[in-house]
């Protein structure tokens, strides 16, 4: 089965349409997704705006170079 992938906007728009009252199964059959899924992206990217996704990227960059810088010492 071919895996779809979404990008962090798509989905953060998707967590906004059930937000405004869209039901999840619905959204999630549109979408072709399990429920699974939509609740882990919800876990994941909720409350989020599309502008905060480029700090949160940021921010997992940082740290991981920080663990490197760590490890290398």
Same mark, same amino acid.
């Given at each position: 089965m071919k &895996?779809?992938? $979404? *990008?962090e /906007?798509?989905?953060?728009?998707?967590? +906004? !349409?059930?937000e405004?009252? +869209?039901?999840?199964?619905d959204? =999630? &059959? !549109?979408?072709?997704? /399990? *429920?699974?899924? $939509?609740?882990k992206?919800?876990?994941r990217? #909720?409350?989020? !705006?599309? +502008? !905060?996704l /480029? %700090? @949160? %990227?940021?921010? #997992?960059? &940082? %740290? =991981? *170079? @920080?663990?490197?810088?760590? =490890?290398? /010492?």
């Open positions: &895996r779809i992938k $979404f *990008t /906007s798509q989905i953060v728009k998707a967590i +906004k !349409e059930h405004s009252g +869209k039901n999840v199964h959204l =999630c &059959r !549109e979408l072709g997704i /399990s *429920t699974a899924a $939509f609740y992206w919800r876990q990217y #909720g409350g989020m !705006e599309v +502008k !905060e /480029s %700090k @949160f %990227k940021g921010a #997992g960059r &940082r %740290k =991981c *170079t @920080f663990k490197e810088d760590v =490890c290398e /010492s």
